[in-house]
């Protein structure tokens, strides 16, 4: 049965239970639950982190916790009962573990590991907390460590800051704004303070200054290493000052063993001492830690002679100094112990002994030896700082090591009360002594003993120094012979007290012989008594005592004998009667000098002193002993300070008339003597003796006469100083007073109570009166009055001991009230009147609120004169801000009513004054007057603000009523609403408290809109109706709207336990003022329309804040908005235009979702439901909602790390939207410039121009004034449109688009001649000019086309389920353009077929694309069928201004034949047309219409001939019209192609197909399309005939054979034909079919298998030569034209057929070389696949022996390199097939041509490209030898991906000599593609002068060659470009045949090259020669020079030797070898030529 729980409230999860029970709740460890009910083992409850769901739990799964439950059943609350730091730490550490674990996934490494750190502290000061085994002060650090990691924390995490009092978060509702403002600040200084902070005293008003802090230095004996002395040693350490030259502390003495240790074992790891009190000051002097080393041994350390062993000496050694500020630095920094070698320095002379460490430290070498390296002292040196008590606090184990406490001579800077010390120093300094008859001088010893009056000898009495006890006697260290020793060796003399007076020194002398016998002889004494006869000490000096001559007999039993005689010279005066005949005779040559130095607080060595003290005897000298007093010393004073007042007092009552005025002065003088900071601490003496031992009960009397004595006098002296004195010991005299009269009172019993009291009335009169003088005549008058005003708050307490707080409070206020109330009685005297008031509101007395009723008129009054004028603001907000804390503090207990209504009625208008002042000045940073920095003015608005906070706090009700009743006209309140109105605006707008301060920033949000609550009404009452007044409701309505807009109050960015604990206390601020908002609209009635459209941008801003409630409250005001406009106009235009012009600024700003435009629309239609304007209404809302849809797509791409295309796209449809469905002319064109930026930063220049001129066009060429808009200055349209003309030209030319600029400059030109402006006309013509050249000039690359379908609801509403055709970049094919629209949409996933998609696809919630590429349709057919029309113009228009695009993908119908599967190939052509033609303001446009036709094998075979004719046609005639110069190549590569189609049979295949009786027979109705083919045929044997005909007449004569070759080929392609054909012998003889053999290499020639051609690319015909685009062709290898399809050609040695190779096809697809997101696949595998294989491939077809990317398409692939031709190697069968593998890319493109092709650019339609022809074969040695003096245009570098290297053609020149063709030097490169230059000799080759494209692609995903085509070495080469490179390469990409010839080797040393040639079993593999990868900048390649080695210079400058061994090689491309049937000789030297070119 569930019981509820009674004491099991509150528990910690201590195992996670995961709520695998019906109704279980889930718990993680750590979570907090609260227990409501139990049951057998069971508890039901809720988390603390999920309150709202109740749940079971385990019992033994909680550990409970003591907690307060409030409120008990069913809405108790639980509270913890533990400490709340603890509390705190526990939520914190919680909340950031969750920002913490964010900081890894951000990379903010560095802090994530700072954090964990703190974290990990904080986890173990909780523990240390909760152990509960502290001490008080232990917990107060513990906190305090805890507090300030929580703050360090929450400040580097961007978390909100926490005010702290006393460690604990305060509750900002305990408190007054004021204070907590105060709160925060300290919190903030905390945090920016470092961690360990001393906790300093926080100052009161009325403390002079803070106590200084004391040092002290910590100072350890490590070691005494390499201690080579033998003997026992005492050393030594004192600090000493070298400027005054002196030691100014005790020693500390270590006595060591022989051996470097203590001579004590205790002391081990003990030798240390704490050097205390050195003040800040002495931190600044030149101080030095001296060590000076004694040793005890032998008279000389290295004679064993010199004395007997078993006698001792103290002998000097050494001595080492370290200077405290050169390690000052390093020891403050740190907070352990730092260790230091000090050296140990011997002295030269002993003499000099004294003055070692001087010399030392001065550096005078010559008086001191150094020692031998590392021979000295090891010492360890902390500093540290504070009272003596916090240093054992803070370091109790320093003192457990038993420290030695070495005191500094002398009393520190600040003497405790209680600080009892009682030491006198004594300094040997130096002794004189007589040689005696002796031939040496003396060693001379002093013993000296502390005696009593009695002759007994002190024990322990004499300290050497600190660290060792006190011993009786002291033996001085012994000068080797030396009669004038100086020792300078201080010992401390500890005394006790009560045995100073009446002792005395002695000290004897003796010489110790180092003679056998060794003993010490005594030869003289001195002796000196302590006190002196008057009583006081031996004075602080140098005493030269006398020596008295004596010897060993004689006895000191008696010491009365010698203490007659005088002990120096001074006491000699003083006695002059001695007689002669004495036992001691003076020995007067000799003397004997000490000093001493008395620290004592109970001894005085002052004479006037000690006369006070005894006056009695001197009563006479009275007077003077009381004026001397002010001489004596404070230290002097402050230790005699009872008896002193005692004495004092005693003599006042002994003769009050007579002394009373000088007791006063002496008492003042006292007074102010602990005002000094050395004797601060002892007011608290003063204090104890007033209240203890003071007696003086009638001394009252006099203090009162003489204090108001003073007082009166003040006005007519000139001189006050002594009147200033008393004024400043006020506080003192009248604690004298209070308890003289307390004390006679209580004697007396209340006698004289009415004197007294009327007394104390006159003296006030007396203060008033000082204070009501003008001080502005008399500078002393006003340190007066200051001195006065000063002390005066300090007199309350004591008052209000004999008066009761009225009285005081009357007193006060009479005081105050008499000051001049003007604000011109001069700066410093405001100051000093406010710091009075200050001290006055903080004391004891205006804590009663009694007394604040009589004081709060006269403080308010002062204040508000002060704000009035603006001066000294800083005090008076420090004033008010005590006032608000009282008063919150009293409000808490008591009524605080009246007080508070008087501070509204003085301070609420000059507050708001103020603050507005203030917050003008510092938005212009001015400084404010009164301020102590600019940088406070910050500071003062806060505080002011905080003011101004706490008093509207605390207002109720009634002060708001009485507030507003009390203005006497409307346009007062008018005034007071507008002001306060105007702060808080600013409050929020200027962010006076800065964005961490939570707390108070919504402290203030609650005021605020609690006061504007009560401000409302008052609004609505007086200016609604007849006095509307729109300035007052304008301010209201924008206060309100940047209230909810306040960042502080979103809520949705707070995280769950702050936003839970903010709705707990405030609740939703935003929803209140929203309500307030609304209701205070709806009061507004028919003023409404005053405020459209004024409110509707502010309105909106307010409904986009992401609250519901606040929506579904201010929505509906826009439908209000409508309706008043429609009532008013007729329409509701401004509405819409304001709500459309400010929704695209909010939007973009950030605001605004989805849910918002669901909400707008369901809100505003429900409402314009009723209306009789419905249509127009929903019309508007719908267009409103569709705008939103558009702007939300917008941001979303804008604010997304999105891609150039996405935002190019979504702005092109939001423009769209704009012109087309709203016709919003500002903003269309406002986002033509958006568009244009972008298309800028892509550097799309020809898309730029495009945007622009649709704002262009919409511009006339008129003289309409325009205004200022967006960059555009005012101006006229003409200027405009000329303006933008220019820079649409300037866009164009950038982006080569001239063709498009010629128009624009056509334009103008027309403009400026009818202006007559031929300045600019003749510019604008040169433009046009030069534009046509760079058209002719000029190379441009053709740029691929692509369409992509958008498949699914993920994708932006503008691209969903649409299809669009993309523009490539330059060089861009279908691989990387794959890869740019995967990772621009990195969710979707790529489609692998082509075929539409259905609806699942299309509805799904996900991102589909499907890709591939299509060939453009031109529409300006004539140009391109022109003949004498250059390529370079042709080439524009067959990529440009196209609106369709076509795409072909081959079939098969019915049964597929073997023998020739192009009788059953089909094409499928999809033609699209686009909305807009490409290029335009996009890169990219949607498809608007599709059509599907399917061509027939008969129909493709006639386009594919058709094409080739054409093809031919153009270039035969450019070559005839001498367009092309020089260089044959072109046309021998394509007349090869074609006559000798090795790849597919050639024609050949068409004729067995088509002219099949079979054939004819089964299609009759194709009999006119056969014989169209027929025809096509013909001609094509006509066409190639003229064409041989051209080519030998420009052929050169190295390519003879090659010439005579293709004449053979011709003859036999004929005769063939000739069967089929009889008309073609009319032009020349027949010739044998196709048996003739080729040439000596092809044995077998097997036409491609119909099975192969499907695998091949739609779109390359497999003309391997590929169309020539010169004008743009590209050295980009990256991605297919269309698809980027693979052809493998295999080896029918691999075993497979080609039916195999048909299934390896995937799908026909969109896809690259791998699936949806591998890299672009570039990759020619000419490698085994072990090395590498390609992911498309089954393994069974990875070992092919050659892959080849498929070649271009008819348009668009330069034939600027060899492409493979497919050649058997012998033995093979000979119907081998070569399959063309479709890479995993969708549908092919027909290649059916049997002949090669060259470009087929001259074809409009490009009609299918299928083609069955060949590379070439024998061309090849020349025509590699020429490619790149042809074919290699100038191409910008572009960035080539990792690992692709570059492969250059040298270029070649044909002229230089006659020696037989040599195969091309090739170079690999990993650099930028230069331009290739030309020919030397020819000045132009190519085409038409420019270096046309040397592409290696053989189709357009021709890989590149990467680093692991290189052999097997073990790593890549390393890379060296560090430009971007052209991701493309030039290969020649030749057959690789079987020839007789040898592989090209990588290097000369191979034995020989024309050696050991086997028929390989399958083709051989050579690479093409230097295959080098070189330096980044390298240059182009020059043309070789023939026979000119090169291999040597190459070694050199790449540093790299090419391996020898090639057979294990896979290479990265085929190389052909030249091939001349039986020419062996000729191949050997071209072979030759070629080794030695490389």
């Known amino acids: 049965m569930w019981s509820p729980t009674e004491e099991e409230k509150y528990g910690v999860v201590i195992c996670s239970f995961r709520g695998a029970v019906p109704q279980g709740l889930v718990l993680e460890l750590g979570e907090t639950v609260q227990i409501l009910e139990k049951c057998e083992g069971w508890y039901r409850g809720v988390s603390i982190k999920k309150p709202s769901v109740k749940g079971i739990f385990p019992a033994n799964y909680i550990h409970l916790k003591k907690a307060i439950v409030s409120n008990r059943g069913q809405y108790e609350t639980v509270v913890p009962l533990e400490d ?84 604990e978060v305060v509750d900002s509702d305990q408190i007054s704004v004021s204070d907590l403002y105060k709160m925060h600040l300290s919190s903030r200084h905390s945090v920016q303070q470092s961690t360990s902070q001393v906790d300093t005293i926080r100052q009161r008003h009325g403390e002079a200054c803070r106590m200084p802090v004391p040092h002290h230095f910590f100072l350890s004996l490590k070691s005494f290493t390499y201690n080579t002395i033998g003997e026992d040693t005492d050393v030594f350490f004192s600090l000493y000052d070298v400027r005054e030259g002196k030691q100014i502390s005790e020693r500390f003495m270590v006595r060591l063993n022989k051996n470097g240790g203590p001579r004590n074992p205790e002391k081990i790891d003990r030798m240390c001492a704490l050097f205390t009190d050195l003040s800040s000051k002495d931190m600044k002097r030149d101080l030095y830690i001296v060590a000076h080393v004694i040793r005890i041994g032998r008279m000389l350390l290295n004679d064993s002679k010199k004395g007997p062993p078993h006698l001792h000496y103290r002998r000097p050694y050494g001595c080492a100094v370290l200077s405290i500020m050169d390690v000052l630095q390093s020891i403050s920094e740190i907070k352990e112990e730092k260790d230091f070698v000090l050296k140990v320095y011997t002295c030269n002379n002993e003499n000099e002994w004294c003055q070692i460490h001087e010399n030392i430290i001065r550096k005078s070498s010559t008086k001191y030896t150094a020692p031998s390296s590392n021979y000295g002292l090891i010492i360890s040196l902390q500093l540290l700082r ?426 006060v206020r009479g005081t105050l009230g008499s000051m001049p109330s003007t604000v011109h009685i001069g700066q410093s005297m405001d100051v000093v009147k406010l710091q009075s008031i200050a001290r006055t509101v903080d004391s004891r007395l205006f804590s009663f609120s009694e007394s604040r009723r009589i004081l709060l008129p006269v403080v308010l009054h002062h204040i508000h004169l002060h704000l009035r004028q603006q001066k000294e603001l800083l005090i008076c907000s420090g004033i008010l801000s005590s006032i608000f804390s009282i008063i919150k503090t009293s409000s808490l207990e008591g009524d605080v009513v009246e007080e508070v209504e008087m501070m509204v009625e003085s301070l609420l208008d000059v507050l708001l004054q103020t603050l507005l002042t203030i917050m003008s000045k510092s938005q212009s940073q001015e400084a404010v007057r009164g301020q102590r920095c600019p940088q406070c003015t910050a500071e003062i608005t806060g505080e002011y603000v905080s003011c101004l906070l706490s008093l509207l706090r605390q207002m109720s009700d009634t002060h708001f009523q009485h507030l507003l009743d009390n203005f006497q006209s409307k346009d007062e309140l008018k005034e007071f609403l507008l002001k306060i109105f105007c702060v808080f605006r600013n409050l929020m707008k200027m962010s006076v408290f800065p964005r961490d301060w939570m707390v108070m920033r919504l402290l203030t949000s609650n005021i605020i809109v609690t006061t504007v609550q009560y401000l409302s009404s008052a609004l609505h009452k007086n200016f609604t109706d007849t006095d509307f007044d729109f300035k007052v409701w304008n301010s209201y309505f924008s206060l309100a709207v940047l209230f909810i807009n306040q960042p502080s109050l979103q809520l949705e960015n707070a995280t769950p336990p702050k936003r839970k604990k903010i709705l707990d206390k405030y609740g939703d601020m935003r929803v209140m003022m929203a309500y307030e908002l609304f209701s205070m609209w709806q009061n507004l009635g028919e003023h409404k329309i005053h405020f459209i459209p004024g409110m509707i941008g502010p309105f909106l801003g307010v409904t986009l804040v992401p609250q519901p409630e606040v929506r579904n409250i201010m929505i509906p005001i826009f439908h209000d908005m409508m309706d008043w406009e429609q009532r008013k106009n007729g329409n509701f235009k401004q509405v819409e235009a304001e709500l459309i012009d400010k929704l695209d600024s909010l939007v973009s700003e950030g605001k605004g979702d989805e849910n918002y435009r669901e909400l707008f629309s369901l809100l505003l239609l429900e409402k314009i439901e009723q209306e009789t304007w419905r249509e127009t209404g929903i019309s508007f809302v719908t267009s409103v909602t569709r705008l939103m849809e558009r702007l939300l797509d917008y941001r979303d791409c804008m604010k997304g790390d999105e891609t150039e295309n996405k935002k190019i796209g979504c702005t092109v449809n939001l ?657 930028p593609l230069h331009p290739i230059p030309a020919s030397p000799t020819s000045p132009q080759s190519g085409l038409d002068g420019s270096n046309s494209t040397l592409s290696g692609s053989a189709s357009s995903g021709v890989s590149s060659l990467s680093e692991s085509n290189f052999g097997h070495s073990s790593e890549p080469p390393p890379r060296t470009d560090t430009m971007d490179s052209v991701p493309s390469q030039a290969w020649n990409t030749d057959e690789d045949l079987e020839t007789p010839y040898l592989p090209v080797r990588y290097s000369l040393s191979e034995p020989d090259v024309l050696e050991s040639l086997k028929s390989q079993p399958c083709r051989s593999h050579s690479a093409p020669s230097g295959v080098i990868p070189q330096d980044a900048m390298d240059p182009p390649a020059l043309p070789p020079k023939p026979y000119h080695s090169r291999l040597p210079n190459m070694e050199n400058e790449e540093g790299m030797i090419i391996e020898d061994d090639d057979k294990h090689r896979p290479l990265h491309r085929k190389v052909s070898q030249p091939v001349s049937g039986g020419k062996e000789e000729q191949a050997r030297v071209a072979w030759e030529h070629g080794i030695s070119e490389q």
């Open 84 to 167: 709340s730091v603890v509390t705190e730490v526990t939520a914190t550490l919680q909340e950031w573990a969750v920002l913490w674990k964010q900081l890894y996934v951000k990379h903010k490494v560095d802090l994530f590991y700072k954090l964990r750190h703190v974290m990990n502290e904080l986890i173990d000061l909780r523990r240390q907390l909760l152990s509960g085994h502290l001490t008080q002060d232990q917990v107060r650090e513990v906190k305090r460590h805890l507090t300030v990691r929580l703050d360090w924390g929450n400040e580097h995490l961007g978390l909100d800051l926490v005010p702290r009092k006393d460690f």
């Open 1215 to 1871: 423009m769209n939207f704009y012109k087309s469905e709203i016709n919003k002319e500002e903003m269309y064109i406002r986002y033509i410039h958006k568009l244009c930026d972008m298309h800028l930063q892509a550097e799309n220049y020809t898309e730029a121009a495009f945007t622009l001129l649709l704002y262009c066009e919409l511009l006339q060429w008129e003289d309409r004034p325009l205004r200022e808009f967006l960059h555009y200055p005012s101006q006229s349209e003409w200027q405009r449109k000329e303006g933008l003309c220019r820079k649409i030209i300037h866009y164009f030319n950038k982006g080569k688009s001239w063709e498009f600029g010629i128009p624009l400059c056509r334009e103008l030109a027309i403009q400026y001649e009818s202006l007559y402006d031929y300045q600019s006309l003749s510019w604008i013509r040169k433009m046009e000019a030069t534009y046509y050249d760079n058209i002719m000039e000029q190379q441009r690359l053709e740029p691929e086309f692509f369409r992509v379908g958008f498949y699914g609801r993920k994708f932006p509403f503008f691209l969903r389920n649409k299809e669009y055709v993309c523009r490539g970049h330059d060089y861009e094919r279908l691989e990387a353009f794959q890869q740019r629209m995967l990772s621009e949409f990195p969710q979707a996933i790529a489609m692998q077929h082509p075929n539409h998609p259905d609806d699942s696809i299309l509805q799904c919630d996900a991102q589909y694309l499907q890709i591939y590429a299509v060939t453009p349709i031109p529409d300006n057919i004539d140009v391109l069928q022109m003949d004498r029309v250059p390529d370079r113009i042709k080439s524009f228009y067959r990529v440009n201004n196209i609106r369709k695009f076509r795409y072909d993908r081959p079939f098969h119908k019915g049964p597929k034949d073997k023998e020739n599967e192009f009788k059953s190939l089909w094409i499928e052509r999809t033609t699209l047309t686009l909305t807009h033609s490409l290029p335009g303001i996009s890169r990219w446009f949607e498809v608007e219409r599709r059509e599907l036709v399917e061509v027939s094998p008969l129909e493709n075979a006639i386009q594919v001939v058709e094409n080739k004719n054409q093809e031919l046609r153009t270039l035969i005639s450019q070559y005839q019209h001498k367009q092309m110069h020089g260089n044959i190549n072109l046309l021998s590569m394509c007349l090869n192609g074609v006559i000798d189609a090795a790849v597919n049979g050639g024609i050949a295949r068409y004729q067995e197909a088509f002219f099949d009786k079979d054939y004819i027979t089964k299609h009759p109705g194709d009999a006119e399309k056969i014989s169209q083919l027929k025809d096509l045929m013909q001609e094509q044997v006509h066409v190639l005939g003229v064409g041989l005909a051209v080519h030998e007449k420009f052929v050169h004569p190295e390519m003879r054979p090659l010439h005579k070759k293709l004449i053979d080929q011709f003859q036999m392609m004929r005769s063939s034909l000739y069967h089929e054909l009889p008309g073609l012998d009319k032009l020349s003889p027949a010739c044998s079919g196709s048996s003739t053999p080729r040439s000596n290499v092809l044995v077998s020639h097997g036409p491609m298998s119909p099975e192969s051609i499907k695998l091949v690319h739609r779109h390359s015909p497999l003309n391997m030569l590929g169309s020539v685009r010169h004008s743009s062709s590209s050295l980009s290898s990256h991605t297919s034209s269309e698809t980027g399809n693979l052809v493998i050609l295999t080896d029918s040695s691999v075993g497979e057929t080609a039916e195999d190779m048909y299934h390896m096809q995937a799908s026909p697809s969109t896809s690259s070389l791998s699936s949806t997101h591998s890299a672009p696949s570039q990759m020619i595998n000419s490698a085994p696949s072990s090395a590498r294989g390609s992911p498309s491939l089954p393994d069974k077809y990875r070992h092919s022996r050659e892959m080849m990317m498929l070649l271009p398409a008819h348009r668009d692939r330069p034939s600027s390199a060899m492409y493979p031709a497919a050649i058997m190697e012998n033995g093979q069968p000979p119907n081998f097939q070569r399959a063309l593998i479709q890479q995993m890319i969708g549908p092919c493109k027909p290649c059916s041509d049997p002949n090669l092709s060259v470009a087929e650019k001259a074809v409009p339609a490009a009609p299918s490209s299928w083609s069955l022809d060949s590379g070439s074969r024998e061309a090849l040695p020349f025509l590699s030898a020429h490619a790149g003096s042809i074919l290699a245009p100038p191409v910008p570098p572009r960035s080539l991906p990792h690992g692709h290297y570059s492969l250059h053609f040298d270029a070649f020149h044909h002229q230089l000599s006659d020696a037989p063709p040599a195969l091309p030097a090739r170079t690999l490169r990993k650099s």
């Open 386 to 811: 504070g009272d003596m008590e916090q240093i054992r606090r803070e370091n109790p184990m320093i003192f457990n090591r038993g420290v030695s406490v070495t005191r500094k001579l002398g009393f520190p800077d600040v003497i405790m009360p209680g600080d009892i010390r009682n030491d006198l120093y004594l300094t040997l300094e130096k002794g004189d002594f007589e040689r005696g008859g002796k031939s040496v001088q003396k060693n001379i010893e002093v013993t000296m003993y502390v005696l009593y009056a009695d002759g007994e000898i002190l024990k322990d009495c004499i300290s050497l120094g600190s660290g060792e006890p006190s011993r009786s006697a002291y033996h001085s260290f012994v000068l080797y012979h030396n009669n004038s020793p100086r020792w300078g060796e201080i010992i401390k003399l500890p005394i006790p007290i009560d045995r100073f007076r009446g002792s005395h020194l002695r000290f004897e002398f003796r010489h110790c012989s180092t003679k056998d016998k060794g003993e010490k002889k005594l030869f003289g004494f001195a002796f000196t008594p302590l006190m002196r006869d008057d009583g006081t000490t031996l004075s602080d000096d140098i005493h030269e005592l006398y020596v008295y001559k004596c010897d060993e007999n004689s006895t000191f039993n008696n010491h009365a004998l010698y203490l007659g005689l005088p002990c120096c010279k001074e006491d000699y005066n003083g006695c002059p009667n001695i007689p002669s005949s004495l036992i001691f005779q003076r020995s007067t040559k000799e003397t004997f000098s000490v000093s001493t130095q008395l620290s004592s607080t109970k001894l005085t060595q002052n004479v006037d002193l000690l006369a006070l003290l005894k006056w009695k005897a001197y009563p006479d000298r009275v007077m003077d002993i009381l004026g001397r007093l002010r001489h004596v010393s404070g230290e002097e004073i402050v230790k005699f300070l009872q008896d002193i007042l005692d004495t004092l007092f005693v003599v006042l009552d002994d003769n009050t008339e007579k002394y009373g005025l000088l007791v006063f002065q002496s008492l003042v003088f006292i007074i102010n003597l602990l005002r000094d900071s050395k004797y601060f601490h002892f007011r608290p003496v003063m204090d104890t003796y007033i209240q203890k031992h003071f007696a003086g009960a009638l001394a009252y009397k006099e203090l009162i006469r003489c204090l108001k004595w003073y007082m009166d006098r003040s006005a007519e002296l000139v001189r006050q100083d002594h009147i200033q004195e008393a004024m400043r010991a006020l506080e003192y005299l009248f604690k004298f007073i209070v308890q003289s009269r307390i004390l006679y009172s209580r004697a007396t019993c209340g006698m004289e109570e009415e004197q007294f009291r009327s007394s104390i009335q006159e003296l006030f009169q007396s203060i008033r009166f000082v204070l009501s003088l003008d001080s502005r005549s008399s500078e002393t008058l006003i340190f007066t009055q200051a001195a006065l005003l000063n002390s005066f708050p300090a007199i309350f307490d004591e008052l209000l001991q004999m008066f009761t707080v009225q009285e005081v409070a009357e007193f």
